[in-house]
């Protein structure tokens, strides 16, 4: 199970690097809108956590974790990641603003560039990434429950 | 794949602008104690950020540019900061410089460039300090900024990916250290917006530049005057005892100082290139 935390913890600073990333020299990326179920309420804060996986209780264990839905000044936000064996294999956004275009264009950077992150980050067995400035509060806050019901 | 399962904890908030996450590793990362130490450290960071931020008219900083306050009276920080950035001015000839033209005349004082990594530093420094967190390892990352100290014995310190600037997600290098600090300046994120402070042009010659070295204020400071230097950058830095540095040229080139030779680019810690 430590190997496990380790593993996921590691990986903390990689999955946050990528939401600072200018969006501009990016054509439409086709983004994974995943299953857009979650609170459409609107702008309230729903913290309705959902946790689906094989985890053996207090341990963290393998399935995904989806963070609290966090308002923000543009729309909710939420962030779902997918562990197994261990390893963060999947991490996306399933709910984001999408009301603008500058919002798409956004999203549809930040989604697959989150995943690569998520991939080099782990193969590279390191603790944090210099060179990024990052920005989005929203996904951060909905990251961090995300990997807090991972149980780090 | 390393055999060590010490236990860690991190946590993440969005302070100064930027999210700033604070790593833990060891026997007591789940004490109660903890919690609170790492609470109290962003409440630092806050109450830092409301001092010295140049976006809130309240702010100190904002109070001393109208002149409604004195640098005298206003809080010791501020005139620790000030002393720092004209020990930046100095160590960087200028290439560092936390006063700027105003745009009405005369010059406006902006020590954001000083204050993020000394605030990063010194949250790390006061966890590291914590009774509990005695032989744990620590990092503070703000926005890319890493700040570390490694108090265990048998650790192998934390290692730091250096992003390469043209390919968001593949890494340069990757720098294993156990105290000190990580900053990197650059143009990938936020355009060119650093400036030579003596003739005003934007500086070009690099697309980035990090320094390693034993303090994250000063790294900080030296990545921003790296960029400001441009091409004489790599040389100057060579000659900063302690500290060093990988430059990216606007054309792509890829060099370090010699203290990070062994992990050039061309060596199996480079990861660009893995996949």
């Keep these: 199970m430590r190997r496990i935390v380790l593993a996921i913890v ?5 999955l946050i690097l990528l939401f600072g990333y200018r969006t501009s020299t990016m054509g439409a990326t086709v983004v994974d809108q995943g299953s857009t179920t979650a609170s459409s309420s609107g702008q309230t804060q729903a913290p309705q956590s959902t946790t689906s996986g094989s985890g053996g209780g207090a341990g963290a264990g393998d399935g995904t974790f989806t ?4 308002a923000t000044r543009w729309g909710p936000v939420q962030v779902r990641i997918t562990v197994s064996a261990g390893r963060i294999t999947a991490a996306t956004a399933v709910t984001y603003p999408d009301g603008n275009g500058r919002d798409q264009q956004i999203n549809a950077v930040a989604l697959p560039v989150l995943a690569q992150e998520v991939l080099t980050s782990q193969s590279a067995r390191i603790d944090h990434v210099s060179g990024a400035t990052v920005t989005s509060e929203g996904y951060i806050a909905s990251l961090q429950s995300a990997l807090d019901q991972a149980n780090l | 794949m390393t055999t060590v399962t010490m236990p860690r904890r991190a946590w993440v908030e969005q302070v100064m602008g930027l999210p700033v996450s604070i790593h833990l590793r060891g026997a007591a990362v789940r004490d109660p104690g903890v919690a609170h ?5 962003f409440a ?17 900083v904002s109070r001393v540019n109208t002149g409604q306050l004195a640098l005298a009276d206003a809080h010791p920080m501020l ?5 720092l950035c004209e020990l930046a001015r100095d160590r960087t000839d200028g290439g560092f410089d936390a006063r700027l ?10 020590p954001s460039g000083v204050v993020k990594g000394w605030a990063t530093e010194r949250a790390a420094r006061s966890l590291a300090a914590v009774s509990t967190l005695a032989g744990h390892d620590v990092s503070v990352n703000a926005g890319g900024d890493i700040a570390v100290s490694s108090g265990r014995r048998d650790s192998t310190g934390w290692r730091i990916g250096v992003e390469d600037p043209d390919r968001p997600g593949r890494l340069l290098l990757v720098v294993p250290l156990r105290q ?26 690099l697309r980035a530049a990090t320094v390693v070295g034993p303090s994250l204020l000063w790294a900080d400071v030296y990545a921003t005057a790296a960029m400001v230097r441009g091409t004489g950058a790599q040389a100057w830095l060579e000659g900063l005892p302690a ?17 990070l030779a062994g992990l050039a680019p061309g060596q199996p810690e480079v990861l660009a290139a893995d996949r």
Excluded: C, K, N
Aim: net charge negative; proline share 4%.
């Design chain 2, 44 to 60: 630092e960071l806050r109450m830092i950020d409301a001092l010295f931020s140049t976006y809130r008219t309240d702010s100190e």
């Design chain 2, 180 to 205: 000190g600090g990580v900053a990197t300046s650059g143009t990938a994120a936020r355009g060119l917006h650093i400036h030579d402070p003596r003739t005003g042009r934007p500086a070009q010659a």
């Design chain 2, 37 to 41: 130490a790492v609470a109290a450290s």
């Design chain 2, 101 to 110: 033209p105003s745009p009405r005349g005369g010059t406006w004082w902006d």
């Design chain 1, 10 to 14: 590691s990986t903390i600073a990689g």
């Design chain 2, 79 to 83: 005139r620790e900061i000030a002393e």
């Design chain 2, 243 to 259: 500290y060093d540095g990988v430059l990216v040229t606007a054309e792509g080139r890829v060099t370090a100082t010699s203290g």
């Design chain 1, 67 to 70: 963070g609290d839905t966090v």
